[in-house]
């Protein structure tokens, strides 16, 4: 995918060409596309997180209609290059060049579509108008990654969610006490405290991980994919189910797509 950064273009008119050119401020972007909704009877609206100008909400004419010219180009998990003349309530798009044709490949595979559609859904809920880059660059890296088959769909999207949250400013402890820092390891996990506790500090009933299940988080954390592939799959089950309880915790609200994720997948 094209790294080169975009800056704000020239004034064009709204309908993309030449015009008599008035004044219409726009700019052109990267951008990945994380849901639309419909508007009217050919329209939608799409958020998209974008490389430069944080989370977008724009309006694509006509891309519900018979031969649009860019209507497959905004679908979800696509990533593009864009560009948009600034509206009054909604920004209006104007020309769309793909970049990252990932969404037929991973809407292929049962397995990677639902874990692309918890990531998208936790960039959408993770990110304010402002953006992030390194959240942008992440989310990029795990859809190409989802749609190229690269690893597990389940250990891609556990990564992706830990380092997500990780770069969102809530890393989790897999080793140290995360509330004494009293080094490990440590095998009680408690969400509303960042991660493995001593025991000394543990709450009453709160679960506690074996060693392989610690050793595969924080692979995940660290983007350690050796490790990782060769996990088996009680350890894979658990973690799964920790990083959902703590993803969740911190977002403060549950993640719809969540449950759908297909556990099984190879």
Known sequence: M???????????????????????????????VLRTHKLGEADRIVTMLSRQHGKIRAVAKG?????????????????????????RSLDIVQQVETLGSYGADISDDYGSYTAASVMVETADKITDDDGSLQQY??????????????????????????????????APSFFDCAVTGVPGPHTVFVPQLGGVVADEVAPPGAPRLDLETLALLGALLEGRWEDAEQSAERPRAQASGIVAAYAQFHLERSLRSLPHVDRHSA
């Not at 309908?15 to 052109?28: A, F, I, L, M, Q």
């Not at 891309?63 to 509206?87: H, K, N, W």
């Not at 660059?137 to 997500?164: C, Q």
């Open 2 to 32: 094209s790294t080169s950064q975009f800056c704000r273009v020239g004034l064009q008119s709204p309908d993309g060409g030449g015009g008599d050119n008035r004044g219409v401020p726009t700019y052109r972007d990267e951008a990945v």
């Open 63 to 87: 891309v519900r209609r018979t031969g649009s010219r860019f209507g497959s180009r905004l679908e979800p998990f696509m990533v593009a290059d864009i560009q948009c003349y600034i509206g």
């Open 137 to 170: 660059l992440l989310l990029v890296g795990a859809l190409r990654s989802l749609s190229r088959r690269e690893h597990a769909p389940t250990l891609t999207l556990d990564s992706y969610l830990l380092r997500s949250l990780s770069i969102a400013g809530w």
